[in-house]
């Protein structure tokens, strides 16, 4: 089935450690999104990209790292320069800017201990 | 920055009763999208209205678009306790790429 996988679906990291969150698409998708969700709050935008091996800084991009090498894949570095990295973290794609629906997978919940 | 605000932030109700949530947003827009979201779980797409629809059905869903009040409304017709979830609006930028700008939601809880 095509969609959105992302891994790990859990994840605890020590302060200071740098971690790295996967998101591989099947959809044939150009673009990539990597949002952050708080507790009770929206969704905010950390990284895009539209096509291979170009990306954007959205609007909390300080403290994150990413890179899209192929068009499947558009992994997120939470470094530790990200100062309250522990929150609920969403890779989306996009088939392209006619359509605009963007398919999401299912989150990456990131804890700092 | 949030583009689109919802009101209610929450809302209870009975299975069978209708649910209306609000959206408004600040800047133009080229559409205004609504997600549903389970808890703990990734978003789902729902409908999207473009600048110049007014409105737009899917199945229990009813959207409408104001854009002279920049604002949005989502219908839920007979809810059910599976409709349980938290819902955004989401706009884009008609200045930008498809960049997408969620509200902070409605938590939407329907109760048997």
């Known amino acids: 089935d095509g969609g959105i996988t992302q891994s790990p679906k859990y994840l605890f990291r020590k302060e200071g450690q740098n971690v790295t969150l996967s998101c591989e698409q099947n959809?044939?998708?150009?673009?990539m999104y990597w949002y952050r969700q708080d507790p009770g709050q929206g969704l905010r935008l950390i990284y895009y990209s539209q096509i291979v091996n170009d990306f954007q800084k959205g609007d909390i991009a300080e403290g994150y790292s990413v890179s899209r090498e192929k068009k499947e894949s558009f992994p997120l570095t939470v470094t530790s320069a990200q100062k309250n990295p522990t929150a609920f973290y969403l890779c989306?794609?996009?088939?392209?800017?006619?359509?605009?629906?963007?398919?999401f997978g299912e989150g990456s919940r990131l804890t700092v201990l | 920055s949030q583009q689109g605000e919802e009101d209610p932030q929450a809302l209870s109700i009975q299975e069978g009763e209708n649910a209306t949530m609000n959206c408004s947003y600040k800047?133009?827009?080229?559409?205004l999208q609504w997600y549903r979201q389970n808890s703990g779980r990734g978003l789902v797409h729902l409908i999207l209205i473009r600048s110049n629809e007014r409105e737009k059905h899917s199945g229990r869903l009813r959207v409408t678009l104001d854009t002279s009040k920049k604002s949005s409304s989502l219908l839920i017709t007979a809810s059910r306790a599976a409709d349980t979830a938290s819902y955004f609006c989401a706009t884009v930028d008609s200045g930008g790429y498809n960049k997408l700008i969620f509200g902070a939601g409605t938590r939407l809880a329907v109760h048997p």
């Open positions: 989306a794609s996009c088939l392209g800017q006619a359509t605009g629906e963007l398919f």
């Open positions: 959809l044939n998708h150009d673009a």
């Open positions: 800047t133009s827009i080229n559409n």
